[in-house]
Nanobody
Framework: QVQLVESGGDLVQPGRSLKLSCELS????????MGWYRQGLGKQRELVAT???????NYADSVKGRFTISRDIAKNTVYLQMNSLEPTDTAVYYC???????????????WGQGTQVTVQS
């Protein structure tokens, strides 16, 4: 079983930067990819950015050019560098991982508990 723990959420002013971290621990055979999703108040959870095992990245249009996802394989940690934050970025940010518990097994999706990011003056 895999556990994900996010950190780094905070209250910041518009235009400022914030870096989120998510550490993966537990038992797994392979990590296919990790990512960040967010859910604003009263909204559906949406994709923010993902990074594959081969370090290919994908971003939501709303964050392209402002957010950067990266991964430290040695630390089993994925990061989300968020620059030029806007009030519309306010949400709970969740870390996600697709892992295989054993060779040739069906991938499993795991979620962290979320970290709050609030952008306001």
């Amino acid at each position: 079983q895999v556990q994900l723990v996010e950190s780094g959420g905070d209250l910041v002013q518009p235009g400022r930067s914030l870096k989120l971290s998510c550490e993966l621990s537990g038992s797994y055979f392979k990590i296919y990819g990790m990512g960040w999703y967010r859910q604003g108040l009263g909204k559906q959870r949406e994709l923010v950015a993902t990074i594959t095992d081969g370090h290919f990245t994908n971003y939501a249009d709303s964050v392209k050019g402002r957010f950067t996802i990266s991964r430290d394989i040695a630390k089993n940690t994925v990061y989300l560098q968020m620059n030029s934050l806007e009030p519309t970025d306010t949400a709970v940010y969740y870390c996600n991982a697709e892992t295989a518990p054993a060779p040739y097994s069906i991938p499993r999706t795991s979620w962290g508990q979320g970290t709050q990011v609030t952008v306001q003056s």
